[in-house]
């Protein structure tokens, strides 16, 4: 494997609680939510890596860390084998931007397309001032606008043409990387895959590498090189896109393939991932954290150690944290529905 452009190890954010909620779980003084608790994680210029998992696992959060968004409370994150610092210098904070969820709530409503890209042309000096009107023009033509939308509030978009806006303001400071937080989930079914298309074009055209944060599995299926799912703080299983959709390794990334709708006669169209809900990521399960919700778990090992994510012993690049992960060639509690959906 190439030498990864970004790199991620032992990252955690953990926000202190006080009062209310920790509480009334524990009965006295609150500790600690646990956002993002000891992740791993390599992408390597050029690629899409997919970060997949259910609500509230931290995706967003570890997100947020890699763009400098959130001091991490532990960890550390080198891009381009230099360590990240929290103050992170205005050049270094140029080359990874983000793409936020919601297009409508990230931009200002009260300025234009054209004020808001000239607004970050002009604080990190991108280009001449003559020069800015003319690279605004050439922002919204890679990402399919017509000059006219520069002198459009958000308000007259759609939600696919607010977050091409969006995408756009991300590319005016010219990034190397771009973390594109659930880019689509807001929008229509009609434009998501238009949306995703550009992504793709725009990775081709400018050379990027992009982190893809979504819940989607069919999403990430469509568009990244490579996958990680993250239960609980924690990245539980990471390979290439293929291998993860034809030989799932661990119970969760299982679930989550098995909740891709699909249209297959006799069978429900939409299953749930995974039963049970998540716990608490205040009071965390000990050992595997998924032992709770687990099919395969087996007391009182998957209760007390909490498994490595390793690889395989003939699959160096497919990393899993299971304790059962690297049975038998296909675990005997693969769904036969997740067989359906690939």
Known sequence: MPEPLLEVRGLAMHYPLRGGLGRRLRGRAAEVLRAVDGVDLEIVKGETLGLVGESGCGKSTLGRCIVGLEEPTAGEIRYAGELLSAQREKATRRRIQMVFQDPYSSLNPRMTVRQTLAELLRAHEMVPKKQIDARCEELLELVGLPARALDAHPRQFSGGQRQRVSIARALALEPELLVADEPVSALDVSVQATVLNLLDELREKLGLTVLLIAHNMAVVRHVCDRVAAMYLGRIVETTETQELFTNPRHPYTQGLLAAVPRLVPGRSSEAVAVAGDPPSPIDLPTGC??????????????????????????????????????????????????????
């Not at 998957?302 to 498994?307: H, K």
């Not at 944290?321 to 690939?342: D, K, L, N, R, S």
């Open 289 to 342: 954290r998924f032992h709770p919700r687990c099919p395969i778990a087996q007391e009182p090992l998957c209760s007390e150690r909490d498994p490595v994510l390793e690889s395989g012993p003939d699959r160096p690049g497919h990393l899993a944290a299971c304790h059962f992960a690297w049975g038998e060639p296909v675990p005997a509690h693969v769904p036969e529905i997740i067989q359906e959906a690939t």
